[in-house]
C-alpha cells in the first residue's frame, strides 16, 4: 500500500464518521464516477452506509413549482457515457423487453456536453435477435442534466425529455443513475422513471428500497404515482458474451427493425 493510497483510507475513513456523525445532512456523492474516491471505503457495509446516506434524488426540475435543490448535484461531464443495464422501470412495456442496454456516447467526441447518440437495445421474449432503437438528445439549454430527445427514420416523430433525477454508487460500489422520461406519444411510451446500473445484476436492496422510498415521497404527485408502479426489467444473461452495442450505422439509424415491436 503506498502512502497515498494509505492517505486514500485515512480521508475515507474521516469522511466516513464526518458522514455518520453529520447524519441527516444531505451527502455529495462526488466521490463517485471519474474520482472513484469511494472505492477506498471498506469494508462493504461501510460502503452501503455511504450509500444510503448519499442517495440524493431531486424532482425534474421543469416541473411547475420545483425550486431547484441547493444540495443536489449533476454528473460530472462525460458521467453519463457508460454501458448502462435497465434494471427497474415503471414502463411495464419496457419490462416486457429482455436484457435492456443502453449506450449514449457523444455524437461529437470532443464535445461531451453537446448532443449524444442516444443508442438502446434489446431482446424480446422468445427470440434473442438484438434489436436497437436511436435517437439524439440534446442537453436543454435552460436546466442542467435535461435532455431533450427525437428519435430517427420511422421514430422521427418520437420526442421525449428526460431528466437526471439521480446518480451515484450503489451499496457493492457499482454506479447507477435514475432518470424521469416525459410520454414520447409517437412510440406509445408512457412518461416514467428507470434504474440504470452498470451491472445487469442490479442494486443493492437497501440502495432500491431508499430510491423508491424518496420518490414515493415526492413532493410532486406524478413522481408519488409513478414510483408505485417500479417493475423489475428481465435480465436473464441472454446477451452475455454478444458484447455491447455502442455504434449505430444510417441503416440502424432509420429504427425500421422496430416496426411491429413497439408502439
Ligand atoms: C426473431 O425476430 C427476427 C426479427 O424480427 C425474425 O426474423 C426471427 O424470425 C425471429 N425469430 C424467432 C425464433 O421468432
Ligand atoms: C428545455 O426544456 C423546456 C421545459 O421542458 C422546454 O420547454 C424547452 O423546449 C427545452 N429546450 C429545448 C431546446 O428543447
Ligand atoms: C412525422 O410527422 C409528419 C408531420 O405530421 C408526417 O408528415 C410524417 O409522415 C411523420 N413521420 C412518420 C415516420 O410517421
Given at each position: 500500500?503506498?502512502?497515498?493510497?494509505?492517505?486514500?483510507?485515512?480521508?475515507?475513513?474521516?469522511?466516513?464518521?464526518?458522514?455518520?456523525?453529520?447524519?441527516?445532512?444531505?451527502?455529495?456523492?462526488?466521490?463517485?464516477?471519474?474520482?472513484?474516491?469511494?472505492e477506498t471505503f471498506e469494508p462493504p457495509k461501510h460502503l452501503l452506509i455511504f450509500s444510503l446516506l448519499a442517495v440524493k434524488l431531486r424532482d425534474p426540475p421543469t416541473f411547475p413549482g420545483v425550486n431547484p435543490?441547493?444540495?443536489?448535484?449533476?454528473?460530472?461531464?462525460?458521467?453519463?457515457?457508460?454501458?448502462?443495464?435497465?434494471?427497474?422501470?415503471?414502463?411495464?412495456?419496457?419490462?416486457?423487453?429482455?436484457?435492456?442496454?443502453?449506450?449514449?456516447?457523444?455524437?461529437?467526441?470532443?464535445?461531451?456536453?453537446?448532443?449524444?447518440?442516444?443508442?438502446?437495445?434489446?431482446?424480446?421474449?422468445?427470440?434473442?435477435?438484438?434489436?436497437?432503437?436511436?435517437?439524439?438528445?440534446?442537453?436543454?439549454?435552460?436546466?442542467?442534466?435535461?435532455?431533450?430527445?427525437?428519435?430517427?427514420?420511422?421514430?422521427?416523430?418520437?420526442?421525449?425529455?428526460?431528466?437526471?433525477?439521480?446518480?451515484?454508487?450503489?451499496?457493492?460500489?457499482?454506479?447507477?443513475?435514475?432518470?424521469?422520461?416525459?410520454?414520447?406519444?409517437?412510440?406509445?411510451?408512457?412518461?416514467?422513471?428507470?434504474?440504470?446500473?452498470?451491472?445487469?445484476?442490479?442494486?443493492?436492496?437497501?440502495?432500491?428500497?431508499?430510491?423508491?422510498?424518496?420518490?414515493?415521497?415526492?413532493?410532486?404527485?406524478?413522481i408519488r404515482n409513478i414510483a408505485e408502479t417500479f417493475v423489475e426489467n428481465i435480465q436473464d444473461g441472454g446477451r452475455q458474451g454478444l458484447g455491447r452495442i455502442t455504434e449505430c450505422d444510417d441503416e440502424c439509424?432509420?429504427?425500421?427493425?422496430?416496426?411491429?415491436?413497439?408502439?
Open positions: 500500500m503506498g502512502v497515498s493510497r494509505f492517505l486514500d483510507r485515512v480521508v475515507a475513513a474521516v469522511a466516513l464518521v464526518s458522514v455518520v456523525v453529520a447524519r441527516p445532512a444531505p451527502v455529495q456523492v462526488d466521490g463517485c464516477g471519474p474520482s472513484g474516491k469511494v435543490s441547493p444540495s443536489w448535484t449533476p454528473p460530472p461531464i462525460g458521467w453519463i457515457f457508460k454501458p448502462w443495464n435497465q434494471v427497474l422501470t415503471s414502463n411495464s412495456q419496457a419490462a416486457q423487453l429482455r436484457n435492456f442496454q443502453w449506450d449514449p456516447t457523444p455524437v461529437t467526441d470532443s464535445d461531451p456536453t453537446g448532443p449524444i447518440n442516444d443508442l438502446s437495445s434489446f431482446q424480446i421474449p422468445g427470440n434473442d435477435t438484438v434489436f436497437t432503437s436511436y435517437g439524439v438528445a440534446i442537453p436543454n439549454d435552460t436546466y442542467v442534466a435535461v435532455l431533450d430527445y427525437r428519435g430517427t427514420g420511422i421514430l422521427e416523430n418520437a420526442t421525449s425529455q428526460y431528466s437526471w433525477l439521480g446518480w451515484g454508487c450503489d451499496g457493492n460500489g457499482i454506479e447507477y443513475y435514475v432518470s424521469y422520461s416525459t410520454a414520447a406519444e409517437a412510440s406509445g411510451t408512457p412518461a416514467g422513471i428507470d434504474v440504470m446500473s452498470l451491472v445487469d445484476t442490479g442494486l443493492d436492496q437497501a440502495t432500491t428500497d431508499r430510491i423508491v422510498a424518496i420518490l414515493k415521497q415526492s413532493e410532486s404527485e406524478e439509424k432509420t429504427n425500421k427493425d422496430l416496426i411491429g415491436i413497439i408502439g
